[in-house]
Structures are given as structure tokens and as C-alpha cells.
């Protein structure tokens, strides 16, 4: 499963090792935060997955990194045909590592903003992955994601309930010690802690 370091795929991955052993993939991107590495990595430790494989994509940037105007509009932290790149990285994994399912933990607001999180999207991409390797034909490669229709204060809510430690996921788009509370990713947990009425065990509500 794709892992991050985030809330959403922290609790995907809480929710996946239930019924099945888990493998996390992460991206190293340029700009990625270092802590929302560090974070995804403490958090594959505490969930004893099988293996957390984190592929190293250097040259991949956010449109933030981006000189000119052409990606103007997008989030800063959207990365070009991101999800096209990172889920055919995870099923090259799973051709390599016998998965039969590829599991991603975006949110039912992630498809308000990125249409490369949506059926019409993953539907015809499973076709194609499929379509590209005998070996995941046999296995009936299947890309799913178990939080699609749950909006981020559902998350946050089936997280703790499933004793996912969110005091270790990482939402800040900048690479600080802390979470800055000022960025999209810190404003977006705040408002969905105080939605679910939990308090955030890192003192976002504060
Ligand atoms: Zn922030």
C-alpha cells in the first residue's frame, strides 16, 4: 500500500493489516518533508509491516518547485500525474512481490480537489496494468481504497478507533520540526479534528 506519513493513509494501512499482511511504499520526492518521511517510517515500524520500501524519484517536483505559470492553479503540493506515476511504481512492486492489491488511502475530499483520485481514474488504470502484465492478470491486480467515502473527520474518527497512533502522522507541507499550523496540510487537519471533536494528540486544536 501507498504510505505517506498522513492521517488518511496511516489509518488505510491500520485498517488493511486487519485481514492481510501489508507492504508500504513511499516516494522521496524533491521536497518531500524530511518529517513526512520520518513519519511514514515510524509509522510502518509500529504496524510491523512486512516491508516498507521507500523509492527514491529525486527529479519528481511539487508545483510549488515549479518556475512559470503553466501548472497556475494547482495546489502547491500537487505533483504532475502524481498518482499515475506513484501507482504504476506500486504495481511494478506488486508484479515483483506477488501483491494482489494495491491499496490507497485517499479521502472522500481528495476527489473534490484531484481527479486523479476518482473511479473514472483508477477503473481504466487497473485495466491498463493489467492489460500490461500477465503476472498481475493471474493475480488480479486490484487498486482499492477503503476511505473513499469517508470525509476527513470520518478518518480521524475510524483511526482512533482502530488505535492508529496520530500523534506520529506528518500533515505540514513545509519541512519543519513541528508542524507549522499556517499551510494548507496544517489548517486541513486542524478543521477535521475539530469537525470529529478529537482532540489532535499534537495540539492542532490549541
Ligand atoms: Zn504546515
Not at 26 to 36: R, T
Not at 41 to 66: F, Q, T
Not at 188 to 200: K, L, Y
Request: net charge positive.
Amino acid at each position: 500500500m501507498l504510505l505517506s506519513g498522513g492521517i488518511d493513509s496511516a489509518t488505510a494501512l491500520y485498517l488493511t493489516k486487519k485481514t492481510k499482511p501489508v507492504r508500504a511504499l513511499s516516494f522521496e520526492f524533491k521536497g518531500i518533508a524530511e518529517s513526512e518521511l520520518r513519519s511514514a517510517k515510524s509509522i510502518a515500524n509500529l504496524a510491523g509491516v512486512l516491508e516498507h520500501r521507500i523509492l527514491r524519484l529525486p527529479d519528481l517536483r511539487e508545483a510549488g518547485d515549479i518556475p512559470g505559470f503553466r501548472l497556475a492553479g494547482r495546489p502547491r503540493s500537487y505533483i504532475p500525474l502524481r498518482n499515475s506515476v506513484f501507482y504504476s511504481l506500486a504495481a511494478s512492486v506488486a508484479e515483483e512481490t506477488g501483491a494482489d492489491t494495491i491499496v490507497g488511502g485517499h479521502n472522500k475530499d481528495d476527489q473534490e480537489v484531484f481527479e486523479d483520485v476518482s473511479s473514472q481514474f483508477f477503473t481504466p488504470l487497473q485495466a491498463a496494468l493489467r492489460a500490461a502484465s500477465p503476472v498481475l492478470r493471474r493475480d488480479r491486480l486490484r487498486i482499492v481504497r477503503p476511505l473513499r467515502d469517508l470525509p476527513k473527520p470520518e478518518v480521524i474518527k475510524l483511526g482512533t478507533s482502530l488505535q492508529v497512533p496520530l500523534e506520529l502522522t506528518w500533515s505540514c507541507h513545509r519541512d519543519m520540526k513541528e508542524h507549522c499550523w499556517r499551510c494548507d496540510g496544517c489548517r486541513s487537519r486542524r478543521r477535521a479534528f475539530m469537525e470529529a471533536g478529537i482532540p489532535d494528540p499534537i495540539g492542532g486544536n490549541l
